[in-house]
């Protein structure tokens, strides 16, 4: 099972996050501040950080910091009551891994924890799989059980790997550029239609997955497990 830990100095938002999570199987922790999240994480495995950002002693910003500073990649929710882009930029910037603004959907929550969670797995293990197809982020090779199996260029195997991780979710070409070409790169967005056709060539014939054009915004893959 696995073990979130709540952050947050308002008493009830901690005690009604924690019905919420535990409703879900969750085993749940809480704090009422950064520094007494870190003391928690001294004794606990966590998985993954519910945090508020506005708390005394140590606030969201400087909790995440932290941990980043230390090479600590623990998969972390800012939640705020902040609405203006400037203090979403703040988390991203602080290394936060997703943000909500409050009042919080609890259904949109628990949906944001799963993806966390999946991703934070993907990561560590480096490697994806859907059905019978194997991504091996270390090799760039995608295979199946069949035996047959493609040594991807570096690009594409990033492009294939981003959208596989995130099955059904649009990525517009500015997104995915930034993220794989970085956002210095002067190459055009016209880079991500040619991979995405290598690709969808390429992989023609497997029938888990195929790589969808969403017109007037991007792409997405869907997965067939």
């Not at 991500?192 to 991007?218: M, Q, Y």
Request: aromatic fraction near 8%.
């Amino acid at each position: 099972m696995f073990k979130l830990l709540v952050v947050d100095d308002n008493k009830n938002t901690r005690e009604l996050m924690r019905a919420v999570l535990e409703a879900e199987n969750y085993i749940v922790f809480t704090a009422e501040d950064g520094q007494a999240a870190l003391e928690v994480m001294d004794t606990q495995h966590i998985d993954l950080v519910i945090l508020d950002v506005m708390m005394p002693r140590m606030d969201g910003y400087e909790f995440t910091r932290t941990l980043r500073a230390n090479d600590n990649d623990l998969p972390i929710l800012m939640v705020s009551a902040k609405q203006l882009p400037q203090d979403r930029k703040l988390g991203f910037i602080a290394g936060t891994d997703d943000f909500m603004t409050k009042p919080v959907d609890e259904e949109e929550m628990l949906l944001r924890i799963t993806a966390l969670l999946r991703r934070a797995k993907i990561t560590s293990e480096r490697q994806l799989t859907i059905g019978e197809v194997v991504l091996n982020f270390d090799t760039y090779t995608v295979s199946r059980t069949n035996g047959e199996s493609h040594t991807l260029p570096q690009k594409e195997f990033q492009l294939l790997y981003k959208l596989l991780s995130y099955p059904g979710k649009i990525f517009t070409r500015i997104e995915l550029m930034d993220e794989i070409w970085g956002v210095e790169s002067d190459t055009g967005w016209e880079t991500v239609t040619v991979h995405i056709a290598k690709l969808r060539k390429r992989f023609a014939d497997w029938p888990e997955f195929r790589l969808e054009s969403v017109r007037g915004l991007g792409y997405r893959a869907e997965t067939i497990q």
